[in-house]
């Protein structure tokens, strides 16, 4: 008989901001938390010119943050979250130019998923106009990238950030299946 496991895998929630103005960035960390709840790891703030893509809207030099929170999420509520941080994003746009870009995902201990507002071959429907990507996967003691992954994704320095943020949700499972109570 096929046994069938109840309900999705444990994931957590987590939103890469690309931004060129740090207080924009305060503010959407603010909003951020104010949302979805405590932060379990955020990295620190890097330069990145992985694309030309939104050097119009966000204006060089451009930074990079991802925010990883810490309550355990099922993986659907991705579809709202997308639309929470791009109302966040209108919010603050300028001239209707983007002030901050955010990109909200879930990771599981076996992968990486980007929710995305755009359609393309490799994404699946979630639902009310959102499409989930898997960016990386976990094999051989380590995330690794798709030929389509983005390019930052595919970058050493990422796929550390998100090893790092991996090991710090393995451990938080491992000391909620020690204390129920948590």
């Known amino acids: 008989m096929i046994s069938i496991r109840e309900g999705p895998e444990e994931a957590i929630l987590f939103v890469g901001a690309l ?20 932060i379990l790891y955020q990295s620190p703030l890097m330069p990145w010119d992985y694309t030309d893509y939104y050097m119009s809207e966000l204006q060089p030099p451009i930074f990079r943050s991802f925010i990883f929170f810490g309550s355990l999420i099922d993986p659907l509520v991705l579809v709202e979250v997308k639309h929470i941080t791009h109302a966040f994003e209108v919010q603050t746009s300028k001239l209707k130019k983007r002030m901050i870009n955010l990109d909200p995902g879930y990771m599981t201990l ?10 393309y071959s490799h994404r699946m429907y979630l639902g009310k106009g959102v499409f989930g990507e898997v960016e990386l996967f976990f094999k051989d003691g380590r995330f690794n990238p798709f030929f389509y992954t983005y390019s930052d994704y595919k970058d050493e320095k990422f796929l550390d950030i998100f090893m790092l943020a991996r090991d710090h949700f393995r451990k938080k499972l491992l000391y909620q299946k020690k204390d129920p109570a948590e």
């Open 19 to 38: 931004f060129s103005n740090e207080d924009i960035f305060n503010s959407a960390s603010q909003f951020l938390t104010d949302n979805f709840g405590n």
């Open 110 to 119: 076996a992968k990486v998923v980007l929710g995305s507002k755009k359609n």
